[in-house]
């Protein structure tokens, strides 16, 4: 049978038209709302990669934990069964163990501070760590700074928290400092908090305010204490096999895509703040949001003595006097 050459010509033209639109997809993960500032950052990266690659990438949106919580989403990119995930800091140290001093309770001043010591040298340095440990770090997030809630009373000195049982995330720093305020750790993947708290299994919590809000905590809890003793990273991570395979220019688009995730990420949480506190009022919520921080900040002195050994006092240093 003799093909015409009109024939090839139209078929090599078709399968060129198919290669060209061949679309690669992949899955990224949170453990928290869509409505959230977690859901804006995927959403955007997703939107942004989709845009700067002509559509030859798709990246799939799962949100609260339907992949698992954190911990399996991080350990997931890793071995390669999940090309990408979004995540608090908590978890991270247990993979890549340079991050663990960012978790250091009162390093950083306000989200200013934090966010220029992300986006400069020190964020840089430790975006790089994650290379060795099977991952490519794609950008600096923010889930924002800590607060507390419970169940039990109202918050307002340190001694207050003495036999709260707080669930805390799978994080090191923060369970060791925790600790020292004489709280009962128990810690607990995201997805498993709400239930535990409506169940009494746990007395309280902590976290920004715009997972407090989005996670309907409000519903399971009564007293809210704006302590912001820790402020807490997000991140976006890659498989770095899967990212290794990208052309240079898609590693780009990947990278920038990250970046756009990071300001709607960043704006929404400002936006948290802002209205946050009336909002979880209106709800019902106890809140004292005028209290002793420096109070907080001395009953840490002996586990922040540890911290000291730990990171080295000129490493601490570095990141709390950064303009």
Same mark, same amino acid.
């Given at each position: 049978m003799k093909f015409s050459p009109l024939f090839a010509l139209l078929a090599a033209g078709v399968l060129a038209s198919s290669v060209a639109h061949a679309q690669t997809t992949m899955k990224i993960s949170i453990s928290t709302a869509q409505n959230s500032h977690q859901g804006i950052a995927i959403d955007t990266f997703a939107k942004e990669v989709e845009k700067r690659t002509a559509g030859r990438y798709k990246v799939q949106t799962f949100y609260n934990g339907s992949l698992g &919580? !954190?911990?399996?989403?991080? !350990? #997931?990119? =890793? /071995? &390669?069964t999940q090309e990408l995930a979004f995540s608090s800091s908590g978890p991270v140290p247990n993979f890549v163990p340079e991050t663990k001093i960012l978790d250091v309770p009162f390093l950083f001043r306000d989200k200013a501070h934090a966010r220029a010591v992300l986006d400069g040298p020190v964020g840089q340095d430790l975006l790089r760590a994650f290379d060795s440990k099977g991952f490519k770090a794609l950008a600096w997030a923010e889930n924002g700074f800590r607060h507390m809630t419970n169940s039990k009373r109202s918050v307002q000195k340190p001694e207050d928290l003495k036999g709260l049982k707080m669930r805390t995330m799978e994080n090191p720093v923060h369970i060791a400092a925790y600790k020292s305020f004489g709280i009962i750790t128990t810690p607990m993947a995201f997805p498993e908090v709400f239930t535990a708290l409506q169940q009494g299994t746990v007395d309280g919590q902590e976290n920004p305010l715009s997972v407090i809000i989005s996670a309907k905590f409000d519903q399971v809890q009564k007293h809210l204490s704006l302590t912001g003793h820790v402020y807490s990273p997000a991140i976006f991570v890659m498989n770095k096999a899967a990212f290794d @395979?990208?052309? *240079? *220019? +898609? @590693? =780009? *688009?990947? /990278? +920038? #895509? #990250? %970046? !756009? &995730?990071? %300001? *709607?990420?960043r704006a929404r949480v400002d936006e948290d703040d802002a209205k946050g506190v009336a909002e979880l009022r209106a709800k019902g919520m106890t809140v004292v949001d005028t209290l002793d921080k420096s109070a907080f900040v001395k009953a840490l002195t002996p586990v922040n003595a540890e911290f000291e050994k730990q990171f080295g006092k000129a490493n601490i240093d570095r990141i709390r006097n950064a303009k």
């Open positions: &919580g !954190e911990r399996e989403s991080i !350990e #997931a990119v =890793q /071995l &390669g @395979k990208l052309p *240079a *220019a +898609d @590693k =780009q *688009a990947f /990278l +920038d #895509a #990250a %970046k !756009e &995730g990071t %300001k *709607a990420n």
